[in-house]
């Protein structure tokens, strides 16, 4: 099988959803550096990602609605009715100069991901993720819904049996949505529990394609352990999946502000490992992730994990001063702790396994089969 393939892009280096919103901070562009300062990425690894047409982007979206932000983009204002219907220029989906062409960069990413491992093989975008976007209107910082079009391209491509899994701390809405009572797609998410957008409830199946487990705030290593064993790893291997498409966000982490979640990024590392053979075709995404630092060295640690790349205990000096050059106007940013700044790998948070989480796990696996 050939090496990972490793999709990018330089917009993602100077576009901002705006200096106030959680995404105002540089995440791909800085894994891209990472991974080049340590001699993990060059020409021979690396794809540009195109900007997915409209027309692609059709697959699944509405024609109105991708007008509708391709307008929103050249005006840079968006009218109240066009607010109202495709919740575009809102606080979570905001109007910026790239609204339009950064998402397509991504959807064009994970299109190109699928195509790329149409044969077998792996490929990893990290700019893709955005697995709240709905056909016809922007939701969750999501302006289109990459992961649905890549699977709807492997789809196309005469695979029939391909398995979906999310760690992500927020529930695949939006992927649950285009794929609900799919006989093709199984999907898999672990996600924190009474939090926004507040579905994928334990008991929601998505009429049989879905396994949903929320969970506590503070969950620890030894818990998600106990969840990628007990559940996405037999509910995977259990569909015997002719590809994998796994939505890796960073955002489950102890340090990130939008969860209440404690898990160390060995957590991550270890489920792309487990998952990485187990069919002849995997998509690695990103997703969520609102602190620089954290989601950087997590993605990073990914590719190595893709690579099976051993991850050093410190990093080069190149790669160091990529991260001590990233800001932060969070509190947490103003001091960074010295392993933001010199490894990749957090120390692990290890942890009992709560007794609620053991029920939820023995009442889920009643359905796997």
């Not at 024609?63 to 220029?89: C, N």
């Not at 959807?107 to 077998?120: N, P, V």
């Amino acid at each position: 099988m050939q090496r990972p393939l490793f999709i990018g892009s330089e917009i993602y280096r100077n576009s901002t959803y705006g200096s106030k919103h959680p995404l105002a901070i540089p995440r791909v562009s800085t894994v891209i550096d990472l991974c080049r300062a340590q001699g993990w990425l060059s020409s021979t690894n690396y794809r540009v990602s195109p900007c997915a047409k409209p027309s692609a982007l059709e697959a699944f979206h509405t024609p109105d609605y991708i007008a509708a932000l391709q307008q929103a983009e050249r005006d840079q204002a968006v009218s109240d009715e066009t607010r109202e219907k495709y919740a575009l220029g809102t606080l979570s989906n905001p109007v910026f100069p790239e609204m339009y062409r950064r998402p397509a960069t991504a959807a064009g990413g994970s299109m190109l991901g699928a195509e790329l491992i149409r044969d077998g093989g792996i490929v990893f975008n990290p700019a893709g993720g955005t697995h709240h976007g709905l056909a016809n209107r922007a939701n969750g910082f999501c302006y289109l819904n990459d992961p649905v079009l890549a699977i709807l391209t492997l789809l196309n491509a005469g695979l029939d049996r391909i398995v979906y899994v999310d760690i992500d701390a927020h529930h695949c809405d939006g992927v649950e949505a285009a794929f609900r009572g799919s006989t093709k797609v199984r999907m898999i998410s672990m996600h924190e529990g009474s939090r926004w957008p507040f579905s994928g409830t334990l008991d929601d199946d998505a009429g049989g394609a879905a396994f949903n487990l929320p969970v506590a705030r503070n969950l620890n290593d030894d818990e998600f352990i106990a969840i990628l064993d007990q559940l996405i790893l037999p509910a995977t291997a259990s569909f015997d999946p002719q590809a994998i498409v796994l939505q890796c966000g960073a955002d489950a982490v102890a340090e990130d502000p939008l969860s209440r979640l404690t898990l160390s990024n060995n957590a991550h590392w270890r489920a792309v490992a487990s998952l990485r053979d187990m069919a002849p075709r995997l998509l690695v995404l990103g997703g969520g992730g609102y602190n620089p630092w954290s989601v950087a060295r997590l993605w990073t640690g990914v590719w190595a994990t893709l690579n099976k790349t051993a991850i050093p205990d410190l990093l080069n000096d190149k790669a160091q001063s990529v991260l001590e050059d990233l800001t932060w106007n969070r509190a947490a940013g103003k001091q960074p702790p010295r392993h933001w700044l010199v490894t990749l790998r957090d120390a692990p948070n290890h942890g009992e396994i709560r007794p609620e989480l053991r029920a939820d796990l023995h009442h889920i696996a009643e359905r796997i089969s």
